[in-house]
DNA sequence: CCGTAATGCAATATATATATTGCGTTTTCA
DNA sequence: TGAAAACGCAATATATATATTGCATTACGG
């Protein structure tokens, strides 16, 4: 399930521990986040959306695939 | 946690049981998720968006408050 | 170059999202 | 007004998101 995470996030001139620590979680989730490989939580996404100045629109949509 | 799933699902002319079928997810599921008392999957979220035609900033944004 | 920061990844443990079942209450509508 | 649909909720079981630790690899500034 891919995402806008790894750009956002690097745009914000976080790296992977640094936002992980601002948001209370660690390195590996954001890792596995941004590879796709984690389903994650809605609060989770919010507090990603937070630190980067974005909305879950821009960090999280996918266009349904018919 | 609040959000505008049961809005939305209203909206489309769903019951609950209804959109729980349409996502493949039990009734209970989107009861607590309407009753702010889940904290759902990103994947779940999306499929509720598709079912109801709205986006996740729609459905799930909720402002960061300070 | 070289060392250090940043990242990828694997294995196991823990927390929690979701399923399942069942029953009581409220809403809706003929 | 009464029966059926829709919903709230509780208890337990299961699946899976996340934590923890540790090590290997890659990117990058001095």
């Not at 596995?32 to 937070?50: D, M, Q």
Request: charged share 25%; aromatic share 6%.
């Amino acid at each position: 399930m891919m995402n806008h995470v790894k750009i956002t996030r690097v745009e914000a001139g976080l790296t992977q521990q640094q936002l992980a620590e601002k948001i209370g979680v660690t390195r590996q989730t954001i890792s596995l986040i941004e590879k796709g490989k984690y389903n994650p939580t809605l609060k989770l996404c919010l507090a990603i959306c937070y630190t980067v100045n974005k909305t879950l629109d821009d960090v999280f949509w996918i266009e349904k695939e018919e």
